[in-house]
Structures are given as C-alpha cells and as structure tokens.
C-alpha cells in the first residue's frame, strides 16, 4: 500500500495554473526525486502536500490520512490538520534556523512544544524534557554534529546549517520526509556532505520526497524519479527509465542541459 497518494492535484495563482493536474504514489521506504525546471511547480507541489499551500482541486493522501480531498465536503479540525502535518517533515532551501537558538535548543523546540499538550506534561515535566533532550542529540549526532550541539546558526557553515535542518525535521518522526532543494544555497563542498546526510537516511528505510537539480545524486539514489515541466509530470519512471531512456523530448532537453 502506498504511503502518499497524489491525485490530479491543481494550484493556480490568480490566473496563472501552477500545477495542472499532478497525480503518483510513493511505496514506504522509497526514495522520489523531483527534477525539472525553474518554474514548472517543484517546490509548490511540496508546500501544498505539507498544506504550506491550500491546493484548488484533487486528493493528497499521506500515511493512510486525508491531508486535502476537494471532493468531500468535511472540512478538517485544526488539530486534524496539526495531527496529519506530524507525517510530513519538510526541511526548506535556506535552512531557517533559529538565529537566537543553539544547535540543540533549535532541534528541541518543536519536540518540547508537542510536549506540552500531554496530559502528564505538568506532573512530569523534568523527566520528559530529559528525554526531549537526548532524543535531541540522538538526532544530531545522526547528522555528525554532535560537537557542534552548544553552537549557534551564525557560527556553523551552510552544510552545517542544512544538517541541523534535517536533525530537527527528523526530530518529530515524520512518515514522510520532504526536501526542497537542500543543497541549492550550498557550494559544491557543503553539497556532498549534505547528500551524504541524505543517503545515509535512504540506508535507514526513510521514505524522502527531494526536490533537487543534483542529477547524480536522483540518479545514484532515487528509486523513482518524477521530471515535471509547465505544471505537469512530463516523465516518471526508475532513474534507468528517466536517465538512461527519456521519452519525451522535454526530458530529453533538459537533462542534455543539466549535464553540459
């Protein structure tokens, strides 16, 4: 059974169709690359699974609960809502850390948070935020920046940045973890430790949804690849499908293009 389920999903922007019908589905423990040019509605597919975007029309559907359905007339709790963004993490492009927070207090916040709506928050509070902090550091070390955990934003590099990222979307346990474009802000150095970072989570049975213009890596990586162009999958297919055999021309374009 599949663990995301999008289909014929559409978002427009005034009169302008960014996504234009846009149906797959994801096997847990699977690893989706999204390709494509800038434009054709990578990065607005990822905000309006993680319900960032209100979608117009079509169903998503992620780890087994109804994130948006336009064909039901129920209209989901806040704390439905709340309940299902626990099953998608999204780590973004330009890491949005908390400057005033060290690498520890950033990676905690959210689970502290969460904490609070237990009903044993109050009676035991010391003993879970004890737990909260070395679930914490659990999670950096699985990013290699267990010596970094006292530091701040401004004192690590981009790499370290994005590594941090991924530590605190880990942090909640999400079904589904989502990517876009982790490695756009970084050099060619900080991008290979932060793919790393990525592999290694595939090695561990993550399911991933990355939104990258790293063609190698969805290439070495990806259990299936997606190349969407002007708002719809243009191609999808094994990375063997889509790199080694496009059929359209557009995919056949742009991957010339991204390897020249």
Request: proline share 3%.
């Amino acid at each position: 059974m599949a663990i995301l389920e999008v289909t014929n999903l559409k978002k427009s922007f005034g009169k302008t169709e960014v996504l234009k019908g846009i149906s797959f589905s994801l096997e847990e423990g699977q690893v989706l690359s999204v390709i494509g040019s800038s434009g054709s509605g990578k990065t607005t597919l990822l905000r309006c699974i993680n319900s960032l975007e209100e979608s117009d029309e079509g169903k998503i559907v992620a780890a087994g609960s109804t994130i948006f359905d336009s064909s039901s007339d129920k209209q989901l709790s806040k704390e439905e809502k709340r309940k299902n963004q626990l099953n998608v993490g999204l780590v973004f492009q330009q890491f949005n850390l908390f400057p005033q927070y060290n690498v520890l207090q950033n990676v905690s916040l959210a689970m502290q948070l969460q904490a609070k709506n237990r009903p044993d928050y109050k009676k035991n509070k010391k003993k879970i935020l004890e737990e909260i902090d070395a679930l914490a550091r659990e999670y950096i070390d699985k990013v290699n920046l267990i010596d970094k955990v006292d530091n701040y934003p401004c004192q690590l590099s981009g790499g370290q940045q994005q590594r941090v990222a991924i530590a605190r979307a880990l942090a909640l346990n999400p079904k589904i973890l989502f990517f876009d474009e982790p490695t756009s802000a970084l050099d060619p150095e900080l991008t290979i430790e932060v793919l790393k970072v990525i592999k290694s989570l595939k090695n561990m049975g993550r399911t991933m949804v990355v939104v990258t213009h790293e063609m190698e890596f969805a290439r070495n990586v990806s259990d299936k690849v997606i190349f969407m162009a002007d708002g719809v999958i243009e191609e999808e297919g094994t990375p063997e499908e889509v790199f080694n055999n496009p059929k359209s021309e557009k995919t056949k374009a742009f991957l010339m293009k991204s390897y020249d």
